[in-house]
């Protein structure tokens, strides 16, 4: 295994862990400012940043070390179905009578700022050479 693979497989790792504690701190939250319909949002939220966090993972760990044109579709592909996955909720979810839209919007924003900066984090963190060495 490369250390770029390493890498893409920490990150994902790292997110799951952090949308995991997120969602466990969310149902208190949730139940303490909005009851059921709060802990609804709140975990909806949650689900949406995991949704945005590791799709484009998930798809870097499939596709790194693919040509850069699968790479691209691999990712660009990813981007494409969850945003519409997320457009169609968000959707959805404007209609819904007594879902708290502040727990739902905060828990997201904080899954999708927690998910990026785990990315930074992880990559800065990395050692991936730019150029392999090779015979001169």
């Known amino acids: 295994m490369t250390e770029e693979s390493r890498t893409y ?9 952090g949308i995991i504690a997120l969602a466990i701190i969310a149902v208190p939250v949730g139940l303490i400012v909005g ?14 940043a995991a949704l945005a966090g590791l799709t484009t993972q998930g798809a870097m760990v499939l596709a790194h070390d693919k040509p850069a044109h699968m790479l691209g579709a691999y990712v660009g592909g990813s ?7 997320i457009i169609v909720a ?11 839209k502040g727990l739902f919007a905060g828990f997201m924003l904080v899954g999708v700022l927690g998910t990026l900066a ?7 963190k990395a050692r991936i ?3 392999e060495g090779g015979s001169n």
């Open 9 to 17: 497989r920490r990150a994902l790792r790292f997110t799951v862990i």
């Open 35 to 48: 009851g059921g319909s709060g802990l609804v949002a709140a975990e909806v939220g949650v689900a949406i």
């Open 79 to 85: 981007f494409l179905a969850k945003m519409l996955i």
């Open 118 to 124: 785990i990315d930074f984090w992880v990559i800065r």
């Open 90 to 100: 968000l959707l959805v979810l404007q209609g819904i009578e007594g879902f708290h």
């Open 129 to 131: 050479p730019y150029v």
